[in-house]
């Protein structure tokens, strides 16, 4: 019993930061935009299903093997077609395919289709680190590098930090716009439901509308070189309020910096 409760204890404890990856993580991250909580919702309904069509399966084979067994069944059957049962396998598996396509149509019309967006944003992925673009906030564009691990400060996740976070408002839909400057990168954000590839050459777009304040983690998710471990991404979801004033501070130090090296002066 108590390892039972050990157990249960491991597998559905809840970390406090629930927007990162931790140790002996089973399952999602704590979902922050509608299209995860739809994912999630899509997940649960196709992993009960399987788990019953698992142990159906099971009860089953446990049934013949016993029912069946050469010294209780000695002389079998030499039937080879039963009308009924074959429409029974046969339609039952066609119902639940259907009972899970639905579903999976919709979520995907959900990501693909773009609400009418309150701002946009450009990504793209370079070899090794990502550059962000905010077209309608005065261009404001800078580049955003992993924290080494000799950089590191007290209470920074190791691989999942960087110097400059992508800044964005919470509650607005938000019009992404990802491509590549050299190879292919991928932009993945777990707890949001995000997961665009960044191609060269190609615009690509999604969206997401973030739920809450604080510090999401994502990583480019598209092998692109020795540095794709190397270029996560951090967004830091802050109030509206908040935002403008960010996008002033951010105007005002990348005046001063006229080489656009924004990324130094963050640093300093
Ligand atoms: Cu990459």
Not at 158 to 178: F, Q
Not at 222 to 251: N, R
Request: charged share 20%.
């Amino acid at each position: 019993m108590r390892i039972l409760t050990l157990l249960f204890i491991t597998l559905f404890s809840f970390p406090i930061l629930a927007n990162t990856p931790y140790d002996w993580q089973l399952g999602f991250q704590e979902p922050a935009s509608p299209v995860m909580r739809s994912v999630l919702e899509l997940h649960d309904f196709v992993l009960i299903m399987m788990t019953a069509i698992t142990i159906f399966v099971l009860l089953l084979i446990i049934y013949v093997v016993i029912r069946f067994r050469k010294s209780a069944n000695p002389t079998p059957s030499k039937r080879t077609h039963n009308a009924f049962i074959e429409i029974l396998w046969t339609g039952i598996p066609v119902i639940i395919l259907i009972a899970m396509a639905i579903p999976s149509f919709k979520l995907l019309y959900q990501q693909d289709v773009i609400p009418e967006a309150d701002m946009t944003v450009k990504v793209i992925g370079h070899q090794w680190y990502w550059e962000y673009q905010y077209p309608e906030q005065d261009d404001i564009s800078f580049e955003s590098y992993m924290i080494p691990d000799d950089e590191l400060e007290e209470g920074d996740i190791r691989l999942l930090t960087v110097d400059n976070k992508l800044v964005l408002p919470i509650n607005k839909n938000i019009h992404v716009l990802v491509t590549a400057g050299d190879v292919l990168h991928s932009f993945a954000m777990p707890s949001l439901g995000v997961k665009k590839d960044a191609v060269p050459g190609r615009l690509n777009e999604t969206w997401m509308n973030i739920e809450k304040t604080g510090i999401y983690r994502g990583q480019c998710s598209e092998l692109c070189g020795t540095g794709h471990g190397y270029m996560p991404i951090v967004i830091e979801a802050v109030s509206q309020e908040d935002f403008i004033a960010w996008v002033t501070e951010t105007k005002t130090k990348l005046a001063m910096n006229e080489k656009n090296t924004f990324a130094k002066v963050n640093t300093e």
